[in-house]
């Protein structure tokens, strides 16, 4: 017998998948927290892409590495997730990953507080503070 693709899953069975993640990160299970999101990540599920993107920031599951951390926050930044687009734009901000760049950081932090991102609206104040 054979899995179905994850993108044949509806979405009661990707919730499913989403709480044993969860469930695994909190337990400090990395490994299986990794692999779990993984699997909602490469169907483009954009809150599997964003916790991947903290896995591999945090280095847990995962060697630390900012590089695929920006790229799997990048993609659910893409499909509006605001926590990701936050994180992106501190990725920017301070040149995690390669060079650092405001006017990037500016455009996701301002996606992120159109949706009430507290930490992106404050983070444009700072930004906007300093000049930048």
């Known amino acids: 017998m054979t899995t179905p693709p994850l993108t044949a899953l509806n979405d009661n069975e990707k919730e499913t ?13 990395y490994a299986t927290a990794r692999e779990i999101n993984a699997r909602l990540a490469e169907a483009g599920d954009a809150l599997g892409q964003y916790n991947l993107g903290v896995l591999h ?4 599951g995962v060697p630390q ?5 920006r790229d799997w926050y990048e993609r659910a930044a ?5 926590k990701a687009q936050t994180n992106l734009g ?7 990953s390669g060079t650092q760049d405001y006017a990037l950081a500016r455009l996701w932090w301002e ?9 992106a609206q ?11």
């Open 17 to 29: 998948l989403r709480a044993a993640a969860t469930t695994a990160y909190e337990q400090g299970d």
């Open 57 to 60: 920031s945090e280095g847990r």
């Open 65 to 69: 590495n900012y590089t695929q951390a």
């Open 78 to 82: 893409e499909q509006g997730d605001a």
């Open 90 to 96: 501190v990725f920017y901000a301070d040149g995690r």
């Open 111 to 119: 996606k992120a507080a159109a949706q009430g991102d507290a930490n």
């Open 122 to 132: 404050i983070a444009l104040q700072m930004l906007d503070d300093l000049g930048a």
